[in-house]
C-alpha cells in the first residue's frame, strides 16, 4: 500500500508524517490515510510551488485518492467525526502505554516510539478542529519524553521517570517547552496491540489531581464501535452522565446503564446527521435495555 517517495528538502517537516505513514501501510489503513491527509496539508503550508514540493504532494494525492476509494465504505476513513475519534483513541492507548512504562521505570526504544508516535498523532487531531487543552498538553510531553530518552539512551544515561522537575520539585514548564530535533530516530516498530493487558479505559475524564506538579493528561475515552458516528455525551440528561447503580426495581446494572449511554450516544450522533430513523432505533433499543425487554 506504501510506495511513498522520499520527502524533498523544502518539506522536511512532514518527514515525522511519512515515517509514521509508511510504518501503519499494510497495518491499519485509516491512521495510514489520515496521516498521509495531514502531511499533505502541512506540506502546502511550507512549499507548494518548487518541482520537488509539486512531485511529492501529487504522488501523496494521487495515493491518497487510491486508498479512499479502495475503502470508501470504512467510516473512519471517509467521515471526519469518526476519523477523529479512532486516531484519538488509537494516540490514547499509545500514549498511556508509554507513560505506564515511563513510570515503571521500563525505558527502552518501544517507549520512545509509543511516546513519539501518540505525540504526531495528536497533531493529526488538529486537521479536525482546535485540540482540547488536554490534548495539547499529552502533545507536547509526549514529544518532549520521546526525545528526552532517545537522548539519554543515546548518550549511555539512565532517564528520570515521569515528567521533568525543577529544583523545587515543581514541573519543569521551561524543560517541556524546550524544542529538539528528533531526526529519524532508529528505532523499531511497536507492537501492533503492546497495551493487550491493560486494564480497560475509564468512562468519562481523568483530570491530574495537582496540575501544578504533574503533567495533565488527556482524557482516557472508551469509544464504541468507530464505524459508528460519536457525539458528545454533554447533551446527555444529568441522570444518564452520573454514575448509576441498580434501578429503583433492582434489576438494572452499571452495565445496563452503560449500554443505554451507548445507544443515546448513537442516537444523538444520527441527529447531527439528520438521520430521524436511526436516532429512533437506538433510542428505542436504549429504552429497551432500560424496560428490560
Same mark, same amino acid.
Given at each position: 500500500?506504501?510506495?511513498?517517495?522520499?520527502?524533498?528538502?523544502?518539506? @522536511?517537516?512532514?518527514?515525522?508524517?511519512?515515517?509514521?505513514?509508511?510504518?501503519?501501510?499494510? @497495518?491499519?489503513?485509516?491512521?495510514?490515510?489520515?496521516?498521509?491527509?495531514?502531511?499533505?496539508?502541512?506540506?502546502?503550508?511550507?512549499?507548494?510551488?518548487?518541482?520537488?514540493? *509539486?512531485?511529492?504532494?501529487?504522488?501523496?494525492?494521487?495515493?491518497?485518492?487510491?486508498?479512499?476509494?479502495?475503502?470508501?465504505?470504512?467510516?473512519?476513513?471517509?467521515?471526519? *467525526?469518526?476519523?477523529?475519534?479512532?486516531?484519538?483513541?488509537?494516540?490514547?492507548?499509545?500514549?498511556?502505554?508509554?507513560?505506564?512504562?515511563?513510570?515503571?521505570?521500563?525505558?527502552?526504544?518501544?517507549?520512545?516510539?509509543?511516546?513519539?508516535?501518540?505525540?504526531?498523532?495528536?497533531?493529526?487531531?488538529?486537521?479536525?478542529?482546535?485540540?482540547?487543552?488536554?490534548?495539547?498538553?499529552?502533545?507536547?510531553?509526549?514529544?518532549?519524553?520521546?526525545?528526552? *530518552?532517545?537522548?539519554?539512551?543515546?548518550?549511555?544515561?539512565?532517564?528520570?521517570?515521569?515528567?521533568?522537575?525543577?529544583?523545587?520539585?515543581?514541573?519543569?514548564?521551561?524543560?517541556?517547552?524546550?524544542?529538539?530535533?528528533?531526526?529519524?530516530?532508529?528505532?523499531?516498530?511497536?507492537?501492533?496491540?503492546?497495551?493487550?493487558?491493560?486494564?480497560?479505559?475509564?468512562?468519562?475524564?481523568?483530570?491530574?489531581?495537582?496540575?501544578?506538579?504533574?503533567?495533565?493528561?488527556?482524557?482516557? @475515552?472508551?469509544?464504541?464501535?468507530?464505524?459508528?458516528?460519536?457525539?458528545?455525551?454533554?447533551?446527555?440528561?444529568?441522570?444518564?452522565?452520573?454514575?448509576?447503580?441498580?434501578?429503583?426495581?433492582?434489576?438494572?446494572?452499571?452495565?445496563?446503564?452503560?449500554?443505554?449511554?451507548?445507544?443515546?450516544?448513537?442516537?444523538?450522533?444520527?441527529?447531527?446527521?439528520?438521520?430521524?430513523?436511526?436516532?429512533?432505533?437506538?433510542?428505542?433499543?436504549?429504552?429497551?435495555?432500560?424496560?428490560?425487554?
Amino acid at each position: 500500500m506504501s510506495g511513498i517517495p522520499d520527502v524533498p528538502p523544502p518539506l @522536511r517537516a512532514v518527514a515525522h508524517y511519512i515515517k509514521i505513514a509508511n510504518e501503519y501501510a499494510s @497495518r491499519d489503513v485509516v491512521i495510514y490515510y489520515w496521516t498521509l491527509y495531514y502531511a499533505i496539508q502541512h506540506g502546502m503550508t511550507l512549499d507548494k510551488s518548487s518541482p520537488p514540493a *509539486i512531485q511529492f504532494l501529487t504522488t501523496l494525492l494521487a495515493t491518497l485518492e487510491k486508498v479512499k476509494k479502495e475503502n470508501h465504505g470504512n467510516d473512519a476513513v471517509t467521515q471526519d *467525526i469518526v476519523a477523529q475519534s479512532y486516531i484519538e483513541n488509537h494516540a490514547l492507548k499509545l500514549f498511556n502505554y508509554a507513560d505506564k512504562l515511563d513510570k515503571e521505570g521500563n525505558f527502552g526504544k518501544n517507549v520512545v516510539k509509543a511516546f513519539y508516535t501518540s505525540g504526531h498523532l495528536f497533531d493529526i487531531l488538529s486537521t479536525f478542529g482546535e485540540l482540547d487543552e488536554n490534548i495539547q498538553s499529552a502533545k507536547k510531553y509526549a514529544k518532549w519524553k520521546a526525545t528526552y *530518552i532517545h537522548n539519554c539512551l543515546k548518550n549511555g544515561e539512565t532517564p528520570v521517570a515521569g515528567p521533568p522537575k525543577s529544583e523545587g520539585g515543581n514541573l519543569d514548564e521551561d524543560a517541556l517547552n524546550y524544542q529538539t530535533t528528533f531526526d529519524n530516530p532508529t528505532v523499531p516498530t511497536i507492537p501492533q496491540q503492546p497495551y493487550n493487558n491493560f486494564p480497560p479505559q475509564p468512562y468519562g475524564f481523568s483530570q491530574p489531581t495537582n496540575p501544578i506538579n504533574t503533567v495533565p493528561h488527556p482524557p482516557q @475515552r472508551s469509544y464504541p464501535d468507530p464505524s459508528i458516528p460519536q457525539t458528545s455525551t454533554s447533551n446527555l440528561p444529568s441522570t444518564m452522565i452520573s454514575n448509576p447503580g441498580a434501578s429503583s426495581s433492582g434489576t438494572l446494572t452499571l452495565d445496563d446503564f452503560m449500554e443505554a449511554r451507548k445507544y443515546v450516544k448513537y442516537a444523538l450522533s444520527a441527529l447531527d446527521y439528520e438521520d430521524a430513523k436511526t436516532a429512533i432505533e437506538n433510542m428505542t433499543k436504549a429504552m429497551q435495555v432500560l424496560q428490560k425487554k
